[in-house]
């Protein structure tokens, strides 16, 4: 007959006769909490702080493959070093959509630790007919407007479904029609935030791809696609709500990635 072992009830009784262990422990979660938050304000204040625009003047014509061999270019310039990354974590780029009236100006924001350069030359290799203009950045509504809101939005479904690439109209239609009712003196900005996704993240994206022979809603999944993204760091091989040929958002790229991306739209 084996005995019943009493080693949990005494560790049980050794715990509550030091009940200042609990208070222990909660001083060190909160430590780690409070740690953590303040590495990643720094990381922020890093990335911000000597940040500039890249404002595009779109050319009068662009090739369907455009959007995804600027965003396969721009992967490699966003992918640090492995301890790069554990340090100063993933950098992110903005496309920006920004209205003032009926005035419309695309550009691009770029973290100060992107050497100078990198994304212009992504965006002539793109775009060779586009000009560029290249300035500090700032606030992309003016501090002097005294009424402001805003909000953000990321996909919530998990890294295995992907979003859809092909669309039969321009996506980017509907958020046109709705830039062209700001009116005078009123301001109006959508940013597309997105960096690499965390290699592990895309790895087991696939793994659950591979284990699964057809896709959720029907359709066969040949080729993992990884997509997930969360406003403050936002993850999918190619990110974004809508893609389309000219310079805006994501587009899935031929070939199998390497890592993904991981992206949030306020």
Not at 67 to 93: D, E, Q
Not at 201 to 221: E, I, N, W
């Amino acid at each position: 007959m084996t005995a019943t072992p009493t080693w949990p009830a005494e560790v049980v009784q050794w715990v509550i006769a030091r009940a200042w262990l609990a208070g222990v422990a909660a001083a060190a979660i909160v430590g780690v909490v409070f740690a953590r938050d303040q590495v990643l304000a720094w990381r922020h204040r890093r990335f911000a702080a000597g940040a500039r625009w890249l404002t595009i003047a779109a050319p009068p014509e662009v090739t369907a493959g455009a959007a995804a061999a600027f965003w396969t270019t721009v992967m490699g310039v966003l992918t640090p070093s492995l301890w790069r990354r554990r340090v100063f974590g993933y950098p992110h780029i903005g496309w920006e959509y920004t209205w003032t009236g009926r005035s419309l100006t695309i550009r691009v924001w770029v973290p100060a630790t992107v050497p100078p350069g990198a994304v212009e030359a992504a965006i002539r290799a793109a775009w060779p007919a586009a000009t560029m203009t290249a300035t500090d950045a700032a606030a992309p509504i003016p501090t002097t407007v005294s009424e402001q809101t805003g909000g953000a939005h990321w996909p919530q479904h998990t890294d295995l479904l992907p979003l859809r690439s092909e669309h039969d109209s321009d996506p980017l239609r509907a958020l046109l029609a709705a830039g062209a009712e700001v009116r005078h003196r009123e301001h109006a900005c959508v940013q597309i935030l997105a960096r690499p996704a965390p290699a592990h993240r895309v790895r087991a994206a696939r793994r659950a791809a591979a284990g699964t022979s057809r896709h959720p809603h029907g359709q066969p999944m040949r080729r993992p696609a990884p997509c997930r993204a969360r406003r403050g760091w936002p993850s999918s091989p190619w990110c974004g709500s809508s893609m389309c040929s000219l310079p805006a958002r994501p587009s899935p790229a031929p070939g199998p990635q390497q890592s993904g991306w991981s992206s949030g739209t306020r």
